[in-house]
């Protein structure tokens, strides 16, 4: 059957008319009238002439048919014409009158669009627009009743089969309108003109169709274009105004922002915003459909791919009349183009995955063949070649544009021919092209078309396919493939079972029962438990008490209290008490019922306790640190190189919260920082078994398949973040690098336009850009110093320390005489997506991929400040261990902004690894005198603090510490503060500091040391003694401080038990 229908055998497509509903005529009583069917500018047939009397449906039952084939009419006339209906009435006739006359009541058009889908019948009432004048026209206007017709269109046969319509596409080109056209452009000029655009699209391997849209009109300035207004079939006018009208097919108003081509620029949105609302502009709204085959679909992917850009001409044509010598075919007028002007259409976002249609804003510009030979590898103009149009172009009703392309196609299919040899061998047409410019074959100066480049015109075009030409993965077949490389393991809830489920309901049980004694109570005596009341007396206490007991009695409530107890009472005998079997010795069962007595008693006292307590709180008491502060401490750790006390932080969250993803990921973020890959994956990897949708760990998933060569895994992870966090910029960032690492241009920079876009987004709305290392490092530093205590993990937050150092550099911009470029100011992103991903990568310490991001912000067009990247790089080689290199690049970040704290900060670090302590504090004092504060001030003032205690300089150590502990409280804080009181000799101050620190870790020897030491200065000798002991259990290391212990124990005497 396919290869039948390849040799084109016809498929006849039949089309019925039922009936016509609402019919009006010029006469009151009934209605005499007729359809007429036409398609691609045959007449296919009329159906009989039926009176129907006023009130009543017209049943037609009328059928007639055309043959679908390659020959007379293809698949693409399907596509982009449909089938018109004309309903004519047949007037009373008049005296002397030999024929009848008609006159149009109505049209109405069929879009045979769903056959090409694959439906073999279908049924529509398609509505009669009212011809003008009409009497259907004035019926419509008196009582707003509206004509339709029912029809059914029907095939023996699918017209494609399941492999070519999965294998075929259907492409529409929406010609807008074009804006900011000529001033000298004027509705009234004579002779008459036509707005015609024009390009090739192809349709098969071998052909290409003209497409031609020649119902521009030119309209002037004053007003917007309204928004929704219908698209129009590509028919020229038809006699009901209406009938040209695609149903269900409409231009909306599209974002600025999401606009492909050019002016699509922030500075541009002012000069858009006065053309389209101020300036001529020419309107087509016209929409062109086009059937390609598999072949064509290929050719059309292969050609854009080989040169992105696609010509759509524009033209002001001017019809005059022949002259009396020419050889123009008959019915023809001779066509003078005049204003040639090209738009270059880039096509590439059509390969983009997924992607089924663009919408853009593209300049016209004066139409040169070299021009666009260089740009499309094209040799000629598609208008230039038709060379004339027929006289009907425009003028007459549906098949003026039908007939007009025809002849076009005619002409021009001797070039289309050469023009398809041309695309298979650019580089010899191209050269031989070239030569003949340099002959001096180049025309001369496009004098109108340069008028285009003058009134910076611009024409908005869309392009849309039934199916993408690049299909995207589904988001279904990413999940389950990422399921397969990281199965989800989620964590069983943890259940009481056992003896502890049977002490719990025995607990529970208890509390029923003395819920339901209370009620019991409460009914007899009224409510007695009063706040502030006065107790009872204990005689009447007594008499209470005997009284409720006879009423439970004699209620029998007793009794079924006793059996509702016995349930749990046996699961602790046999659960806690492992007794399943009859006693034998009355002795031992005295004991075992005695220690169950004794067992069930405290439990019911715990029980009640909890239950009517006035302040009932849990038992279990939160621990004194929250994983936030723990991560705090650990990333002090890492600061102080202690690595080994860092991982056991980190352990310890995970400890108390294995189910959160955000710590394993931490965890994995710290093995990055020691160079163990291979556990680093593993954390990852744990993260995401845990929450499959977790983007950081997605992502650095993603980093780890890359760096160890499994790519198909790598893209997999980094287009799954994509899915799981469409806004996500650094996602998007990141799969655009790794598709240009892998030579996938069109993907990269597809990826690439995502994350710019996002990144504006979330610049307008002051969302977050990236996605954050942990959960609390979300929450960033909002209180000052005079706000009281922070949580300790608020300081040093890996995930947003670019962030808050961008926040920080944005000054509000200087006032403008203009306020659009203030709103340009505020809509321009302070940083760029390049080095968002970037801090995101150093965060996670992946250097590697760290380097392409910066490489690419370095290449950027729209680089951020030139401070912000010599920033990263310097941090990028302070973690490589390139002590020059980030100094030359801290230098250049200086040159750039000499008042950048973040600058000074890593200067100073940079010195202190170096050991030059004189030039890192003069940093990082320099850092703290900014008036601006640096994303991370917790390492600045644990290193200059104690530079400051190895100089001596005690009072300014404590001044430091005392900020420290204010801002972000940590045991290092606190001992180092205590360090430097106890030296100024403040021990009151000092002990407070240092037992402050010892809350927060008591596993700490050297906070453990100068209590002692703080204790023999006062003369505690148990607290020195016991201080000293935990000191050298925790193994102090330090000399120098073991040493002062030691001579000042010698001198008072104690404090030493092994004396």
Known sequence: MENQREFGRAVPVQISVLSGNNLRGSRTDSCLSFVRAEFNGCVLGDSQKLDTPEGKNAVYNFTCSFECSEVAHALDDVAH??????????????????????????????????????????????????????????????????????????????????????????????????????????????????????????????????????????????????????????????????????????????????????????????????????????????????????????????????????????????????????????????????????????????????????????????????????????????????????????????????????????????????????????????????????????????????????????????????????????????????????????????????????????????????????????????AVFLAGGKPLDPVLQERRKNQLLGELNYSGKYFAFKEQMKYSVVRIVREKMLRTEAFSDPEQLQAFLSQLYVFLVDEM?????????????????????????????????????????????????????????????????????????????????????????????????????????????AETFFERATRVEPNNVVAWALFGIFCQTREKLIEAEMAFREAGKRLISIHQNKLPSRPERTSESGRKKEQKDESGETPAGNTEETGGRADEANAVREENPPQSSQESEQEVQQIIPPTTIYMETAWFLLQNYAVQMAQRALALELLSPDRGTVSSYHLALAKLHLLRGDHDSAEASLKEALADDFQDPDTWALWGHLHHEKGDSAQAQSCYERTLDSVLDASDTHSVYLRLGSIYLQKGEHEKAKAVFLRACKRSPSCLTWLRLGIACYRLEELTEAEEALTEANALNNRNPEVWGYLSLVCLQTGRKLEAEQSFKYAVKMNLQEETLLEEIHKLQSRVGFGNPSF
């Open 605 to 713: 006292h715990a029980a009640l306790n909890k239950t009517l307590s006035v302040d009932s709180r849990d038992a279990h008491q939160k621990p004194v640190l929250s994983c936030a502060q723990l991560k705090h401490f650990a990333r002090e750790a890492e600061l102080d190189a202690d690595y080994q006390l860092a991982a056991r932080y980190y352990q310890e969250c995970l400890i108390r919260e294995r189910s959160e993803p955000s710590h394993w990921c931490d965890y994995g973020a710290f093995h990055m920082l020691t160079a163990d890959h291979l556990k680093a994956e593993e954390c990852f990897q744990q993260a995401l078994s845990i929450e499959q949708t977790h983007a950081p760990s997605l992502l650095m998933c993603g980093v780890l398949s890359e760096m160890n060569g499994r790519y198909e895994d």
């Open 81 to 526: 014409k449909p089938v018109i209906l004309t309903v004519f009435e047949i007037l009373p006739k008049e005296k002397k009158q030999k024929e009848e006359k008609t006159t149009a009541l109505g049209q109405a058009v069929v879009d045979l669009l769903p056959l090409l889908r694959g439906q073999c019948s279908f049924t529509s009432a398609v509505l009669l627009h009212a011809v003008p004048g009409s009497p259907a026209d004035v019926a419509v206007h008196e009582d707003g009743l509206k004509s339709t017709l029912d029809v059914t269109v029907h095939v023996p046969e699918p017209l494609l089969s399941d492999a070519q319509r999965s294998d075929s596409n259907v492409l529409m080109v929406t010609v807008e309108t074009a804006y900011s056209v000529p001033d000298v452009w004027s509705p009234a000029s004579t002779p008459p003109s036509q707005y015609i655009a024009a390009l090739q699209m192809p349709v098969s391997a071998t052909k290409e169709q003209v497409l031609l849209f020649s119902n521009g009109v030119l309209k002037m300035g004053g007003e917007k274009e309204p928004v929704p207004r219908p698209k129009k079939w590509p028919l020229g006018s038809l006699l009901a105004p209406g009938a040209e009208v695609i149903q269900g097919l409409y231009i909306d108003a599209e974002p600025t922002d999401m606009d492909h081509g050019d002016l699509t620029d922030i500075e541009d949105r002012d000069f858009r915003a006065d053309a389209e609302c101020n300036q001529k502009r020419v309107s087509w709204d016209t929409a062109r459909r086009c059937f390609i085959d598999a072949g064509g679909v290929a050719c059309l992917s292969r050609r854009i791919a080989e040169c992105r850009l696609w010509p759509v001409e524009i033209t002001k044509a001017v019809q005059t009349a022949p002259t009396k010598g020419g050889k123009t075919r008959q019915g023809e007028d001779e066509v003078q183009i005049s204003f040639h002007g090209v738009a270059y259409v880039d096509l590439v976002p059509l390969l983009y995955p997924g992607v089924q249609r663009i919408h853009g804003v593209y300049r016209i510009h004066p139409f040169y063949e070299s021009d666009l030979l260089n740009k499309t590898q094209r040799t000629y103009s598609v208008l230039k070649e038709s060379g004339r149009a027929p006289a009907t172009l425009g003028r007459n009703r549906a098949n003026s544009s039908v007939n007009s392309l025809k002849a076009f196609q005619s002409r021009t299919s001797e070039n289309q021919r050469g023009n398809n040899d041309v695309s298979k061998k650019p580089d010899s047409q191209g050269k031989c092209a070239q030569t003949e410019s340099a002959s001096g074959l180049e025309p001369q100066v496009n004098t109108e078309g340069q008028m285009y480049a003058d009134s910076r015109s611009y024409i908005i075009i869309e392009i849309a396919v039934e199916k993408p030409l690049s299909p995207k993965r589904p988001t279904e077949e990413l999940a389950k493939r990422v399921m397969e490389l990281v199965p989800p393991r989620p964590p069983l809830p943890r259940r009481p079972a056992g003896a502890e489920r049977a002490v719990q309901e025995y607990r529970s049980q208890i509390a029923s029962v003395a819920a339901q004694v209370l009620d019991q109570y409460q009914q007899l005596f009224g």
